[in-house]
């Protein structure tokens, strides 16, 4: 039976959101069997790219804001299992990012685009509109990777979720620590 280190009870501190493979040092030795005529051979890749590397990384929020009407988001979240609560905490900023245009990438051979975004400072928002999602536990990297609007694989970058990046402010809230108080 295989066992799974409780990496959920370490707290995140950063996540690669936008990540890619380079070359190394090595060349990998990749070995093949005919088919027709079953010898061995040895076929040596010399363009291996074995190291993965972070591109762009954030840090992880206290929490996110899920608008309430929207019936997409939140059918994903109950499909997934995620638990919601009403209550931001009191020493917390909410953030939201203004989707300022989008660059095309190419990520693993993967055509696709990403906003461009800019953080802004959320004042007047009404609470009792927003389920807030936290960001804890077993599901905590899950979440970042998927409501991140810059993530790589995030939930924007597929065709049912593509209207969270058509508009001029991203739908999904940070919740963050206030820092300085």
Same mark, same amino acid.
């Not at 959101?17 to 027709?36: A, C, M, N, T, W």
């Not at 990438?105 to 993967?110: H, L, P, Y």
């Not at 509109?129 to 993530?151: N, Q, T, W």
């Given at each position: 039976m295989a066992r799974f280190r409780d990496s959920h009870k370490q707290p995140v501190t950063s996540?690669?959101?936008?990540? *890619?493979?380079? $070359?190394? *040092? !090595? +060349?990998? *030795?990749?070995?093949?069997? =005919?088919? $027709?005529?079953g010898a061995d051979t040895l076929f040596k890749v010399k363009a291996y790219h074995p190291c993965v590397k972070a591109i762009e990384s954030v840090d992880p929020p206290l929490a996110y804001l899920?608008?309430? =009407?929207d019936s997409t988001l939140v059918a994903w979240l109950r499909r997934s299992h995620i638990g919601c609560s009403d209550t931001v905490p009191a020493d917390s900023g909410i953030f939201g990012?203004?989707?300022?245009? %989008? !660059?095309?990438?190419?990520?693993?051979?993967?055509p696709g685009v990403l906003p461009l975004i800019s953080k802004l400072s959320m004042e007047d928002l009404k609470p %009792? *509109?927003?389920?807030?999602?936290?960001? @804890?536990? +077993?599901? =905590?990297? $899950?979440?970042?990777?998927?409501? %991140?609007?810059?993530?790589?694989?995030?939930?924007?970058?597929?065709?049912?979720?593509?209207?969270?990046? =058509? @508009?001029?402010?991203y739908p999904i809230l940070r919740v963050e620590k206030q820092t300085g108080k």
């Open positions: 996540v690669a959101l936008i990540q *890619d493979h380079f $070359k190394g *040092d !090595e +060349i990998l *030795d990749y070995p093949l069997r =005919s088919v $027709k005529t899920i608008p309430k =009407s990012f203004r989707l300022t245009g %989008e !660059e095309k990438t190419n990520f693993e051979g993967i %009792e *509109d927003y389920l807030m999602v936290p960001v @804890r536990g +077993i599901f =905590s990297l $899950k979440l970042i990777l998927a409501l %991140e609007p810059r993530a790589m694989y995030g939930l924007a970058t597929y065709p049912d979720f593509r209207y969270l990046v =058509s @508009r001029e402010v």
